[in-house]
């Protein structure tokens, strides 16, 4: 009887030491100077992983190279989209960037940085071709100035599927003048040769800022759809979002921007 | 088309081995804590086996996502618990396939005559020892069909783990398609064949063990 109280006594040591030894061992330990990226690595280009097996992308390349100017060490960390505020709050990561649209729902629970890329949509034409558009700010005038023109989009963007929506399916538009393009690239190519080809291209905004530096393009209008990307940042860690904001604010419009956009929109 | 699915199989076993030592790692919690509870709702005193009554009640009544989530994120933020993903997911599936478990074992108990334990105690084992030594062994082989079941039920859920940001076999495969999204029914399909395999294999090999070590003369009817 002694004998079968002393084994039971054991076994529950057992069970309770086991799992605290575990417990003890996997808990992560926090280095003051690193931050955790948290993102949701399958939205290209903003993010995704390469053959190598790397987080790359438009995202994780501009919020590493700010981290690294405030002195941070950087890891990128792959989470379930829907699991990144939640990370966020339990300090599993310390930033997310994964193309978050700032809403007010998601304000109520983190912080945003400033936009640094607004998710509207644009009308890229050839200066001087002839093609006229109704800029105004009458949604339905403006797409009804373009309906009979031939407009070329990035297949699968938001483009083409805005193109789409107010365009095609409205019957305002025959599907035929809707052209699409697997590079952007070659819809450019058709807009320079000329109306023969292509009168207009609806493309993301900073990627048609950086084809109208071209003398011979330019914006001639901005479809507001309102959502811009932000990083988050923990509610209340209001020194961090300052830094960021500042590094934001002096790192867009610079060449090397530029050079990120190119490479990654274009 | 073969020659970018054959570069990306690396990164796909790269996945296949997290999947495997989740599923591994949970099933041996899962087990030992499984006959554990079992035992305890047998032959325990009360109010032990009331308690592990509703243990197995919470654990199998709440979705796995939710065990993640309380484990991973609850822990952390209401305990100050902060485990990394992998091993909240060990728990979180292993937890949960103990309750399950639990059930599985206590079925193979009451299999077994009862006249066992009486006629083990009159040859003066305690019955921590007649559990042990008579008990335990003869259920561990009649458990063996539902337990193959259970495993093939851990090894898919681990896919469920990418929720908290373990990257496993199915978070792989995405990566690749997300590149090349003319891959994806093949990335899809091959990641399909991998599960199926692992299953089917250990389904064989569990099936051989079951019937190397079947009881003689304790087989319900006839084989099939």
Redesign the interface.
Known sequence: ?I??KK??VMLVII?MIVPAI??SG???EKDENKIIVGTS??F?PFE????T?KIVGFDIEMVTRILENLNYTVEV????F??LI??L????IDIIAAGMSITEEREEEIDFSEPYYQADLSVLIKKGSGVEINASHDLDNFTASIANLTIGAQRTTTGADWVKEHLIDTGLMDNENLKLYDLYIDAIADLDIGPARLDAIILDLPVAQTFAEDPDREVVYTIITGEYYGLGVREGDTTFLEKINAQLDEFIGSDDWAALITKYFE | MFETLA??LP?LL?GLQTTLGLTILSLILGTLLGI?LAAIRVYGRFPLPYLVMIYERVFRGIPLIVIF?LI??GL??QLG?????F?AAIFGLGLRSAAYQAQIFRSAINSIPEGQMIAAKSLGM????SIQYIIIPQMLRLSIPGWSNEFTIVLKDTSIA????V?EIM?QG??IY??NPDLTLYVLLLIGLIYFILVFSANKGLSYLEKKYKISGFEIGTER
Request: aromatic share 10%; charged share 35%; net charge neutral.
């Open positions: 009887m004998k079968e084994k039971l069970a575990l417990l996997c808990v992560e690595a399958d290209p995704y992983v390469d053959e097996g960390k792959d989470i379930a829907e699991s939640p990370s709050q339990a300090k599993k | 570069k990306s990164q790269e554990l989530f991973y994120f952390s933020l618990i902060g485990l990394d993903a091993t305690s019955k921590l020892e990418f929720s908290i940001g990257i978070r995405r990566y997300v590149r």
